[in-house]
């Protein structure tokens, strides 16, 4: 798809690199969110910034493309500074497509922009997506001018791939993607958040009685609701642990082995967590290393299940 120039957004831009507000600005840095249920996680996200923004104002709307996996998106933060004296609400929508209606929408207040740029959330009512498709974050005001206005922090090259960013010059009627010379392929800083389901409490089998020293194969399947992929971990009961291993196709069943030093009860415990981080409940599983007499019995006693017809009852 062939780029194409918006002017005034360059001159604006130009304008903006002799300000103060352009200075280079920390990325934020995401924290790892890792909870039990139904919960809020970042599903799509670019956090970087060259210290520049694309700026929007009154009749200058600002969009930037992003490709959902969840099938719920909950709010959306954007990077945002201001440049002179602007103070109007922003009017932020998601839509499936750029000149189509808005498929949800808040206001949220001017004020809670600074000049050296901050996160603003857009928290607004939830909707249902369909996962892999192309949506598009818009941002509008009523208010501003050339030389007062909001600005999106971006960064060049590229970082995010699955969306671009987009700018229309007449209250959104056209739609053209954004290239400043010099700032090839931008993409703003966002984050889209949405509702992301925990992996089903893992199921675990194998071995019940064993012996000392020897090692015993466990097997291990969960189900993620979204088919996200599955990560598991494993603690066997005797101060030791599988770390977590993965990932694992949702439904999968995986092998792990292990083997217990001294006599006892132990409780293996299992828990699957998705690419979210998003945690299961524990599973369980009860294993014993008896006393030699006590595992001798268990041992005869499983040969003759298998081996029925070699000792009759009668």
């Keep these: ?14 304008i903006g690199t002799v300000s103060s507000a352009f200075g280079k600005i920390n990325n934020f840095k995401s924290r790892i969110i890792e909870e039990v249920g139904i919960v809020e996680v970042i599903d ?83 909707i249902s997506i369909t996962p892999d498709q192309m949506y598009y974050i818009v941002c509008r ?21 699955g969306g671009e960013v987009w700018g229309s010059l007449n209250s959104g009627a056209t739609w053209e993607i954004i290239e400043y010379p010099g700032y090839p392929d931008p993409d703003g800083c966002f984050k889209v958040y949405g509702l992301d389901s925990s992996p089903d409490i893992p199921e675990i089998d ?11 194969t466990y ?45 006892g009860k132990y409780t293996i415990i299992a828990q699957a967590k998705d690419v979210y981080g998003v945690q299961s409940e524990w599973g369980d599983f009860e294993m014993e290393i008896p006393r030699v007499r006590a595992f001798f019995n268990y ?7 298998r081996f029925h017809n070699l000792f009759p009852l009668f």
């Design 1 to 14: 798809m062939l780029k194409k120039i918006i002017v005034l957004i360059v001159l604006i831009l130009i």
């Design 44 to 126: 799509q996200q670019q956090l970087i910034d060259c210290g520049y923004g694309c700026p929007f104002f009154s009749y200058l709307w600002l969009a930037q493309g992003f490709t959902p996996t969840l099938e719920t998106i909950t709010r959306v933060e954007l990077k945002l500074f201001k440049v002179g004296t602007i103070d109007s609400d922003i009017l932020l929508s998601v839509r499936s497509s750029l000149t189509g209606s808005d498929l949800t929408s808040v206001l949220v207040s001017g004020d809670l922009v600074s000049g050296s740029g901050n996160w603003i959330d857009f928290d607004f009512p939830d």
């Design 141 to 161: 005001t009523s208010g501003g001018s050339m030389v007062n206005y909001y600005c999106c922090l971006f960064q060049i090259n590229n970082p995010y791939a």
């Design 206 to 216: 194998g071995p019940a009685q064993g012996g000392e020293g020897i090692e015993y």
């Design 219 to 263: 097997k291990f399947s969960a189900s993620d609701p979204d088919d996200h992929d599955i990560f598991y971990f494993v603690s066997w009961g005797d101060n030791t642990d599988s770390g977590w291993q993965g990932p694992y196709s949702s439904g999968q069943e995986i092998s792990m082995t292990h083997s217990w030093t001294e006599k």
């Design 299 to 305: 041992f005869l006693t499983r040969l003759i299940e």
